[in-house]
């Protein structure tokens, strides 16, 4: 049967324990796994690092709300995203965003161009810069959407329309919209990514990462090998957190996207506000692809830049009271940062995409949102 994902998150990959009858899922720490006396494994697990009961369910629990045919999870989202781009071989391609994240980006120019694979940046939002960019060696178009900080919407269906004409794949990083807000897999993507540590988890304590698939095909196949080979499994306590942060998402993820609303309403209307970066405003160029794609809610991520500048912009960061001056995302505490002056910034990305030094980004919690607006309205006016 299906269900709706406030009630699919609660039960995904869920039993009452057979031993015990605990209704809470118990947490397999053993690291090996008893042998039968014909030497096989009859109870389906052997190493932890091959296989988990806390990892399975976890897994289990993000196909099934995905709808797809399988998943990975790992020891964080770059994880996530290194077995997903380990599918590219030497001479392959692929085509990212100028504003692609910094993270995907650094691997790209650390490690994956060490190991031949090259990448072309172009503005993935725009259909014909894409098509003109993809060559016989194309193997992979990489998409963030919404990006991080500038919040751009990539429509998915359409770059899937393109991909599958040119015998090219489609990773979408959907960690800022998480399968509540936006169905990669149900729009034809062949992966979604994500890194768990923010809204799935949920709660600012735990890392973790996932990429769910759309087939059992060699993408995944390749990935899975990536996760026991280079052993970027997460423990099973980390499993057991992330699983239990899943329950909640739906109600967490839609109450944060109505606060990103009204803040970022809020902001839009401030006479010290150049520009708010955020798909649900109507002003915003891709308001129109997230009305289609992303029909419950854009998020709880925003950004927006400030017309007198730097200095105005670290002056309300200094100003603020209760939002918290720190990276990170997707937890129920709000945070603000300077993206540009952030040391995981600074190191560059290798795109050619340098962020405004006057933006700020905003992760948005679930405080109440006239509270979250009174905080920056003073911080915004200087008294």
């Not at 690092?49 to 709300?65: D, H, Q, Y």
């Not at 490690?111 to 939002?125: F, I, M, Y």
Request: glycine share 10%; proline share 5%.
């Amino acid at each position: 049967m299906h269900h709706r994902p406030e009630t699919a998150a609660i039960h995904a990959g869920r039993s009452i324990d057979p031993a015990t009858g605990a209704v809470a899922l118990p947490i397999h720490l053993s690291t090996t796994f008893e042998r039968g006396a014909d030497g096989t494994y009859p109870r389906g697990f052997d190493y932890s690092t091959f296989n988990n009961p806390n990892r399975a369910w976890l897994e289990a629990a993000m196909t099934e709300l995905e709808g797809g045919a399988a998943a990975i999870a790992t020891s964080s989202g770059m994880a996530a995203i290194a077995s997903v781009l380990s599918i590219l071989a030497p001479g392959e391609r692929l085509i990212v965003s100028y504003d692609l994240f910094q993270g995907t980006a650094r691997l790209l120019n650390d490690q994956l161009r060490r190991w031949g694979v090259e990448a072309d940046v172009v503005d993935v939002t725009d259909c014909g810069q894409v098509e003109a960019a993809i060559t016989p060696k194309t193997r992979m178009i990489w998409i963030d959407t919404p990006s991080n900080p500038l919040m751009r919407v990539t429509d998915i269906a359409a770059m899937v329309d393109l991909a599958r004409r040119r015998g090219v794949r489609v990773a979408v990083d959907s960690t800022f919209a998480t399968f509540v807000l936006q169905r990669p897999l149900d729009l034809g993507a062949d992966v979604a990514i994500y890194a768990t540590t923010k809204y799935v988890a949920g709660h600012s304590d735990v890392v973790g990462g996932l990429a769910a698939f759309r087939e059992k095909g060699d993408l995944y196949e390749t990935a899975r090998a990536f996760q026991i080979n280079v052993g970027v499994v997460p423990s099973p306590f980390d499993c057991w957190m992330v699983h239990r942060g899943l329950q909640t998402l739906p109600q967490r993820i839609r109450m944060q996207s109505e606060n990103a609303q009204a803040v970022a309403g809020f902001l839009e209307g401030h006479p010290a506000v150049a520009c708010v970066y955020y798909p649900g405003l109507r002003s915003n160029v891709g308001w129109r692809v997230a009305q289609r794609q992303m029909p419950r809610g854009c998020g709880g991520m925003l950004s927006f830049s400030l017309r007198e500048g730097k200095p105005a912009a670290l002056a309300v960061v200094r100003r603020v009271n209760l939002f918290t001056r720190a990276a990170s995302l997707g937890g129920v505490e709000s945070l603000i940062e300077h993206r540009a002056s952030s040391p995981i910034q600074t190191r560059g990305t290798g795109t050619g995409f340098t962020l405004p030094d006057d933006l700020l980004r905003l992760s948005i919690g679930l405080e109440h949102p006239d509270d979250l607006i009174a905080d920056l309205e003073q911080a915004l006016r200087g008294n």
